[in-house]
Structures are given as C-alpha cells and as structure tokens.
C-alpha cells in the first residue's frame, strides 16, 4: 500500500528556512515524478513544485521560484522540499504527492496527510 | 497564467444529483482531474483524464469535458460526499499543474 509520510513542519520567523521531507514506501519510488502542494489555512490547493524521477528536471510555481527548492534521494525513497526566506504568505498545510501514473503529467496521487509550516511576521 | 474558475459552493439534497463546473480557456483541450477532500483529510482523486474513475470510487461520481467548461457530476449523493471538490489540470505552456478555486459541495 501506498504511504507517503511528510515532516519538518513548524513555526519559523520571516525571512528564514526551513526542510520538509516526504517519506515514501508501498511503490517503486524512483520511476515516479514527485511534487509538493500547498494549502493556505481556509484557501484552496496551491501546486508548488515538481520533480522528475531521475530528479534532473525541476519546476516551480512563480509564487516560490528562487526561494524554494525540490530535491529527491531515490536511494532512501525520500522527497525534501527546502524553503528558504520565507514568508508570512508561505504559511500553508505542504503535501507531498505523485504523479498517478509513470511518465505521464496528469492527475496526483495518493497524498500525504500534509505538514503545517506556520511562517510568523 | 492558466486559470480554472469553479462555484465557491453547491447545495444539494440526499439522492439528488449534484453538477460541479471547471471553467478555463479552452479546456476541452486538455485532460481535467477532479479531487474530493474532507475536513482536515488530504486531497482524494475522484476522476481522472475527464472521465475515468480510479479503483474504488463510485460509479455515482462521473465527469465530461467540452469547450470552455468541465464538470463533475455526483449522482445519488449521499451525505458522505459533503466535501471540497477541486479540478485541476496540467498547463503544456507553462508546465504547470493548476488546480481550480475549489467548490463546496453541501448536503442539505
């Protein structure tokens, strides 16, 4: 079955950094793309980043380009989101989630549970 | 930027049919993908690629894509399906995913 684990959640002030890293297992992690999505505390789904398989191509949403970064360890099926000079609009429930099928940008899934970062001005 | 505009709620009674619209710039050109999320539970694909249903869904929940507007269709509904549907879809021109603005869906 499926699991996809996130952590690194918490509280940090402006301007500062922070990890977050998605455990996963139940799948052949390193033939899937992998991508990071956000939820601001009552808004809607926000898609953040994304992530090839060989983990050579990456791709940002305008709203944390230059400030975020994706990165993957096929070796220890692990996504890591690092999130640097952040914001008080950065404060977002973060999901990790896959791409449903190999090869393929189209739908995602399953999900994690998520992991709030709260970003205090 | 792409962007999907959906109504921010629909009310519907028990054993009616619910219709939930995706709006964007020709979108029928593209292939749409629906999400059901519950109050603090992560999001759940619903359908997927406009139509198709992924293992374990319902065949209550259906979807169509035309034009400029996508919808999904929730038949029967139950008071489980009282959720926050999203559609989403991937932008060739920007290689983005971009998810709709989410609807509410009440059972009355």
């Known amino acids: 079955q499926v699991h996809l684990g996130e952590s690194g959640g918490g509280v940090v002030q402006a301007g500062k950094s922070l990890r977050l890293s998605c455990a996963a297992s139940?799948?052949?992690?390193?033939?899937?793309?992998m991508h990071w999505v956000r939820q601001a505390p009552g808004k809607g789904l926000e898609w953040v980043a994304f992530?090839?398989?060989?983990?050579?191509?990456?791709n940002y949403a305008d709203s944390v380009k230059g400030r975020f970064t994706i990165s993957r360890d096929n070796s220890e099926n692990t996504l890591y989101l690092q999130m640097n000079s952040l914001r008080p609009e950065d404060t977002a429930v973060y999901f990790c989630?896959?791409?449903?099928?190999?090869?393929?940008?189209?739908?995602?899934?399953?999900w994690g549970r998520g992991t709030l970062v709260t970003v205090s001005s | 930027s792409y962007v999907l505009t959906q109504p921010p709620s629909v009310s519907v009674a028990p054993g009616k049919t619910a219709s939930i619209t995706c709006e964007g710039n020709?979108?029928?050109?593209?292939?749409v993908h629906w999400y059901q999320q519950k109050p603090g539970q992560a999001p759940l694909l619903v359908i997927h690629y406009d139509t198709d249903r992924p293992s374990g869904i319902p065949e209550r929940f259906s979807g169509s894509n035309s034009g400029d507007t996508a919808t999904l269709t929730i038949s029967t509904v139950e008071a489980g399906d009282e959720a926050d549907y999203y559609c989403?879809?991937?932008?060739?021109?920007?290689?983005?995913?971009?998810f709709g603005t989410g609807t509410k869906v009440t059972v009355l």
């Open positions: 992530i090839s398989s060989d983990g050579r191509i990456e």
């Open positions: 989403q879809v991937w932008d060739s021109s920007s290689d983005h995913y971009v």
């Open positions: 020709n979108i029928g050109g593209k292939s």
């Open positions: 989630t896959k791409d449903q099928r190999v090869g393929v940008a189209g739908s995602l899934g399953p």
């Open positions: 139940g799948f052949n992690f390193n033939i899937f793309a």
